[in-house]
């Protein structure tokens, strides 16, 4: 399909979307280099190579899985025009990603507790690395439950049905993308030393 095609709205939706899937590559490039500059610092004599993963960070992942999955059974309730259902998985989606915050800090917290910081005399170079990349992931989380209180807002205002979906799908896929990028991060994290 010739993208210059369609209607104004047409185009001005696939617009919106090409623009959220630049944001998406642009992220990927900088969590890819993030992740390389890990690689590459783990060869430090001063580098962790016995840290054990926080079970924090495990429960996290479980839960932003399931946010994932919700957001996904939303969409389908909408799709069938059943709002009520919608609402309920929406605010059940923002519910788990409050809950992946906060298993997030608990896992930071059970890492300052082995007397790791960010920085500082009691850090070191693998915790630093730890927090940088697990912290900017929390960020990318909060914007995306920014969109997410956006689209149920705009729900609760009946902006959405089966056939006017756009901000509502644009949400989704970064919410989306963000829960996959958290699942690449835990498993890089807990695997490469």
Not at 36 to 55: G, H, M, N, Q, Y
Not at 58 to 73: A, G, K, M, Y
Not at 135 to 148: D, R
Request: charged share 15%; glycine share 4%; net charge neutral.
């Amino acid at each position: 399909m010739d993208l210059t095609e369609g209607t104004f709205e047409e185009k001005h939706n696939r617009a919106k979307k090409m623009m959220l899937w630049f944001g998406i590559i642009s992220l990927i490039m900088s969590f890819m280099g993030w992740t390389s500059a890990f690689i590459v610092s783990s060869s430090r004599e001063d580098w962790l190579t016995d840290f054990k993963l926080p079970d924090a960070f495990i429960v996290s992942t479980v839960l932003i899985i399931l946010s994932s999955i919700t957001f996904i059974l939303a969409k389908r309730a909408l799709k069938s025009d059943n709002r009520q259902l919608t609402t309920v998985l929406l605010l059940a989606t923002l519910a788990l990603g409050i809950a992946f915050i906060y298993n997030q800090f608990v896992g930071f917290q059970e890492i300052i507790d082995l007397g790791y910081n960010f920085t500082g005399p009691t850090s070191n170079v693998t915790m630093s690395y730890i927090y940088l990349i697990a912290m900017v992931h929390i960020l990318h989380v909060v914007a995306g439950m920014i969109c997410l209180l956006v689209v149920i807002y705009n729900h609760f205002k009946q902006k959405y049905n089966p056939t006017n979906m756009l901000g509502f799908e644009l949400a989704a896929t970064f919410w989306h993308f963000i829960d996959i990028l958290w699942i690449y991060l835990f498993l890089f994290l807990y695997f490469v030393r």
